[in-house]
């Protein structure tokens, strides 16, 4: 067996052991909080605390991933949120399992999720043979839509048979065998580079994070795709509110129909991230516009139905239409998402790639609670079919304004490029 299947089949192994355990202990501990307590706001605090560290140590993770072992990296995070269970298992035998635990081991989960996450994105690019980058990252993104369908399933089953404290035991298990099959990844074998023995407290944070930036700053084609990561997902945020709110409150349907057409958007990534597999690493602006246009177009047909409002009159019309939509944007969103993510890795020098993926995905992702605050305000204030427009508008001219730049910026490096023949003589 050759290293770049070797190192798949290891990583894909160990990402859906750990993926599976945890995505089944949120979908548990988020229930015993309702249950339990009956509070959205206790259920809010959860959602809070694993978000919020993720966007602090998303950063730091990215300068020790650059500075540090990446594999030591990914061990250690996997290995000791095993241990953060294992004790919360221990406290909840003692004390009942109270909610001061939960909360406690979710801080401590997600800063671990996050060094452990930019970790691996950072080394996904060695792992691999370059033209296997886009099938890893595909059926990373598999097994993420996968656990996403199968993992709340298999926790309403369990959660019904088993006390909720063995869900905590379960994924402490779940993470230490994900560092056993991810300690036999060859993380270096790409690369000549030699881990650099360096003590954490001569990392300056501050200083390397701003390296990072700079670094992003200088390189105009990351720029315009953290531009465009930036505005795609706080559009989306639109469309996250809208969807719910139209559905539940102004269609009413079912909780069954609500969550066949939420399942749709996981059938969608999972289909296609299994389907073009082999097909998905190669980012070409043009054709990323082409699809961003239809993930556009998807978003305004979901204002179809409000604004042709006797289609909704139709039986089972809104639960269908509303799946189909979805399914679409999920299959869609999985041809944007790993081209560029691949893109990112590949233009990325290896010794600051860590603080480049750790960057693009805390901005991001720090722009979304600003998304669903503002648009969840103006919902109230604005008929839900005009917010949908406008979120595809808009990702309409961020899907033009992407491909203007990206020409524009190979125009540049031509231009240069001519320029430098003329200037430097070619040796005899």
Known sequence: MNK?????????????????????????????????????????????????????????????????????MVLLTDFFSGVIMFVAFLLSQI??????????????????????????????????????????????QAINSLSSIIAPILGGVIYALVPATYFILFNGVSFVLSAISE????????????????????????????NGFNYIKKKSDLMIVLEACLFINFLFTALAVSIPHLLVVQFAVSDKAYGGIEAAFGVGSLLMSILFANKLGKFKPIKTGIYLMILASSFILCSIPLIFILLATIPNFVPIYYGVVNFIIGSIIILINIPLVVYIQETSDDEYRGRVMALVTTIASAITPLGFLLHGLILDFIPTWIIIIYAGAGVCLISLRMIIKFNHTEVKDHNRQELTKQVVPAEN
């Open 4 to 72: 770049t299947k070797k190192n798949m089949i290891l990583f894909l192994v160990g990402k859906l052991v750990s993926l599976f355990g945890t995505r089944i202990y949120g979908f548990a501990m988020s229930l015993y909080i309702l249950k339990v307590t009956g509070s959205a706001l206790n259920f809010a605090i959860t959602i809070l605390l694993s978000t919020v560290p993720s966007l602090i140590f998303g950063p730091i993770g990215g300068v020790i991933a650059d500075k540090l072992d990446r594999k030591k």
């Open 95 to 140: 004390y009942g399992l109270q909610l001061f635990i939960i909360y406690i081991s979710t801080i401590f989960l997600s800063i671990l999720n996050t060094l452990f996450s930019t970790g691996f994105d950072a080394a996904l690019p060695n792992l691999v043979d370059d033209d296997k980058l886009g099938k890893i990252n595909s059926y990373n």
């Open 183 to 210: 300690s036999f990844i060859e993380f270096y074998w790409k690369v000549d580079r030699k881990v650099q023995k360096i003590n954490i407290k001569e990392v300056n944070f501050f200083d390397d994070i701003k």
